[in-house]
């Protein structure tokens, strides 16, 4: 059974850093692009960042590069998004979602797993 379950998620101050993560399992993560989108409340659910499993393909939206990075621990197959100097802006939850591809999409439509997802609040 194909599970990405996201944990991590909580409250900060503007300025502040969060770390959240991804645990993969039932399935086969070499095959597979990650990423990592947010949907804050009314808006869209929007691409932050994404990675292929095991090489070098990593991409960041407008928005967060040079301040979220992502990153995966393959032994523990788990993928991570370090969040520095958040914003109130960041405040969304975050999911993570998997894609059988050799490099990511910012497409959501493209992606063939999803998990449940991690609500991240930035206060000013």
């Known amino acids: 059974q194909v599970k990405l379950v996201e944990s991590g998620g909580g409250s900060v101050q503007a300025g502040g850093s969060l770390s959240i993560y991804c645990k993969a399992s039932g399935f086969t993560t070499d095959n597979y692009a990650m990423g990592w989108f947010r949907q804050a409340p009314g808006k869209e659910r929007e691409f932050v960042a994404g990675r292929t499993w095991r090489g070098g393909n990593i991409y960041y939206s407008e928005s967060v590069k040079g301040r979220f990075t992502i990153s995966r621990d393959n032994a523990r197959n788990t993928v991570y998004l370090q969040m520095n100097s958040l914003k109130p802006e960041d405040t969304a939850v975050y999911y993570c979602?998997?894609?059988?591809?050799?490099?990511?999409?910012?497409?959501?439509?493209?992606?063939?797993?999803w998990g449940q997802g991690t609500q991240v609040t930035v206060s000013s």
């Open positions: 979602a998997a894609d059988y591809s050799i490099a990511p999409t910012t497409n959501l439509a493209g992606y063939d797993y």
